[in-house]
């Protein structure tokens, strides 16, 4: 089993998303016993609450549900738990670099080359642009794990 930890500021809007994107996608390319995916916060601002309800609708119009999923921040704990974590953007990469325990052994990089921009603040454009930023990263993610494991491509 491959884990993947998705993290964002707040974990309510893109890191979420990228969570439910991102099982979706290895559910539909048949990877679902071989990989699992959870998503975390460098901020503590919303332990407990539910996606941004922007986010939900933006996933439910893809036939991806995440109203279940409920924001926590990052532990030190996530650096050992996980393979790889993956940050929304510079700013959360660096503040997963500084939480990062010495004998953390998660793989950490950003989730895209480029900045996941985020969408609290905008309009419905902003969370569009996310989800097809985010699918774009999780299918390129589940072909970096097929190659790395070895598996055909679906």
Not at 8 to 35: K, M, T, Y
Not at 80 to 105: K, V
Request: a negative charge.
């Amino acid at each position: 089993m491959y884990s993947v930890l998705f993290v964002c500021l707040g974990n309510i809007c893109r890191s979420p998303l990228a969570e439910g994107i991102f099982r979706h996608e290895a559910q539909a390319a048949g990877l679902e016993r071989d990989v699992a995916a959870d998503s975390a916060g460098t901020g503590a601002w919303h332990i407990g609450k539910a996606p941004d309800p922007r986010s939900i609708g933006i996933a439910h119009r893809h036939g991806i549900d995440i109203t279940g999923l409920r924001a926590r921040q990052v532990s030190a704990e996530d650096f050992s738990r996980f393979d790889l974590i993956l940050a929304m953007d510079g700013s959360n990469l660096a503040a997963l670099e500084r939480l990062r325990p010495a004998n953390g052994s998660a793989e950490l990089r950003r989730f895209l080359a480029v900045d996941v921009p985020d969408p609290y603040y905008g309009g419905d454009d902003g969370f569009t642009d996310v989800y097809r930023m985010v699918r774009g990263g999780s299918l390129a993610l589940i072909d970096e794990i097929r190659a790395r494991n070895g598996t055909v491509a679906g």
